[in-house]
Structure formats: C-alpha cells, structure tokens
C-alpha cells in the first residue's frame, strides 16, 4: 500500500528549499516546475530539479515532479528532465479528459524504455482543478494503470467558477464529494486541496478531520509545518486499530461458523464493514512500516 497522506511541494528552482526536504518526512516530496517557478525560470528549475532529484531519493519519502500542462508547450521538456531511475512518479496539473493523461502516459513509457525503468514504474497523480477537469474526474482517475492517486485543486477551481471561498469551505462540498467517489469508483487515492493557511494550525485540524471523513486519503501541503497535523489526522487512532482487530476476529470466528455476518457489541458486522476493519489495519501496518524505515 503506497501512502499518500501528505504530499509537500517544493519549487523546483529554490535550491535552499530542495536541501531542506532531504530531511523532510513527507509521504511524498513533489518538485514543482508548474506554479512555484516564473516561466523565464523554467528551464533553469529543470536543470536543478534534474540535479537534485538523486539526492532527495532515499529519504524514505517517495519523490514526484510536477510538469507543466500538456498544452502550455513545457510538459516535454519537463519529463525529459524528471524521468530517471529512482524517480517514483509525475504529477499532471489541469487535465480536462482522460485523453490528456494517455498523451503523457506514452511519453513516459518511451522514456522508461530508453533510460533503462521498468516499463509502468513511474506513477501518476492528476489533478483536478478545472471545471472540465471536475466533470471528467472519473475518467481522468481511471485513464491510466500508473494513476494511484488524484489531487483535488481547489485554487484554480475557485477562479475559474467564480465562487468565493469561505472560513469554513462549504462551497467545495460538491467538488470534494465528486472527486471522492470517481477516485474510489477507479480503485485510486482522492488527496484534498491544500490549507492556505500555514500559520492556522486549529483550521487546518478542523479541514484535514472533516475531509478525513469525506473519504479522502490524504491532503496536500504547503509547509513542512502542516506534515505532522495531517500525518496524524491521517492515521487510524489507537481506538479505531483495537476496534478494526476485534471485528476482524468476530467476523473470522463467525464466518468459520457458517455465517455471513457477526455481532459485536450489539451491532452488526457484515462484509462491508470487515473489510472496512481491514483496510484500516491495513492502513496502520502501512504507516508503522514506513516510520521504521526513516
């Protein structure tokens, strides 16, 4: 199981910035050559994103790079330069359809075949940022085997619609909602809009437990800051582990028994709640694995 609680962005020409996320534990690093670099700094954060992403790997985080919209002219470039051995995967801003991530898959195969990678080695996470974007989300999600994740973009979404952002988010209920059920519907991780907001530690509590609860797998972050508060927002309790182990021991007694379903503490365990149970120990052995390895 790959984690994807947090995925912290790092611009691709801040050499000072780079060096600090070697000691970053993140579930993913993200080297960005889209938003965070100028456009007349684009070819020079290529050449450090290109220079740095060997040092940065083996951290214990897993290493992506952003590129730039497939039509804006830039995207090959940036592949050219992210596509190496040890590279985890790419991140896609603004796809409008499925089609737009078949167009990168293709290059990234040629470039896997030629820089010596296993060919479906590099991963994808998509974003879905537009309004376009919004109404295709499954097929987006569901457009390519390397896809493990789609991020939700609210920034963009909020420009290009017109809607003003509130204190407490209300107007991203739809878009969160739909993004949720395309990415579990396509068998892939929906990760929320990052929290302005680095300095309000209680609003990001408050957002990251309430789209927890939505059914998104994790949240993108700005600053190194909002790590632990998401990690551990992310993570199943202490409670929530007990409570998984005992259904999954009451449904294993009850299904050896004969029957489909089983009582725990007075309520009712069918399959889709063990399975529940499981993912969620599953999630935890995930996690404690990954701390070991730091």
């Known amino acids: 199981?790959?984690?994807?609680?947090?995925?912290?962005?790092?611009?691709?020409?801040?050499?000072?910035?780079?060096?600090?996320?070697?000691?970053?534990?993140?579930?993913?690093?993200?080297?960005?050559?889209?938003?965070?670099?100028?456009?007349?700094?684009?070819?020079?954060?290529?050449?450090?994103?290109?220079?740095?992403?060997p040092k940065i790997m083996g951290n214990g985080s897993k290493v992506y790079v952003r590129i730039n919209p497939m039509d804006g002219g830039l995207a090959q470039e940036d592949l050219e330069a992210a596509i190496i051995p040890g590279i985890d995967g790419i991140s896609q801003p603004k796809p409008s359809t499925g089609q737009d991530i078949q167009k990168i898959d293709k290059i990234v195969t040629r470039l896997e075949k030629e820089r010596g990678l296993p060919e479906g080695h590099v991963r994808m996470l998509p974003w879905i940022e537009t309004s376009l974007?919004?109404?295709?989300?499954?097929?987006i999600a569901s457009s390519s085997p390397r896809i493990n994740g789609v991020i939700f973009g609210a920034n963009d979404l909020v420009l290009e619609t017109g809607m003003i952002r509130s204190e407490d988010g209300h107007e991203l209920l739809y878009p969160r909602t739909k993004i949720v059920i395309a990415a579990r519907a396509a068998g892939v991780s929906p990760i929320d809009t990052p929290y302005n907001n680095f300095k309000d530690e209680p609003g990001l509590i408050r957002?990251?437990?309430?789209?927890?609860?939505?059914?998104?797998?994790?949240?993108?972050?700005?600053?190194?800051s909002q790590i632990d508060i998401v990690n551990r927002t992310f993570r199943p309790t202490e409670e929530e582990v007990a409570y998984a182990k005992q259904v999954v021991t009451a449904f294993e007694e009850a299904r050896a028994k004969g029957f489909a379903s089983a009582s725990l503490d007075g309520k009712m365990i069918d399959i889709p709640i063990a399975q529940r149970a499981l993912k969620i120990l599953l999630i935890d052995e995930a996690i404690s694995s990954r701390e070991k390895r730091r």
């Open 1 to 53: 199981m790959e984690l994807l609680r947090t995925i912290l962005s790092v611009p691709g020409n801040r050499e000072n910035m780079l060096e600090k996320s070697k000691h970053i534990h993140a579930d993913v690093i993200l080297l960005d050559l889209e938003d965070s670099v100028p456009y007349e700094e684009k070819s020079r954060a290529r050449a450090i994103v290109k220079k740095w992403l």
């Open 133 to 139: 974007g919004l109404i295709n989300a499954y097929d």
């Open 207 to 224: 957002e990251a437990d309430f789209v927890r609860k939505l059914g998104f797998s994790g949240k993108f972050v700005i600053h190194p």
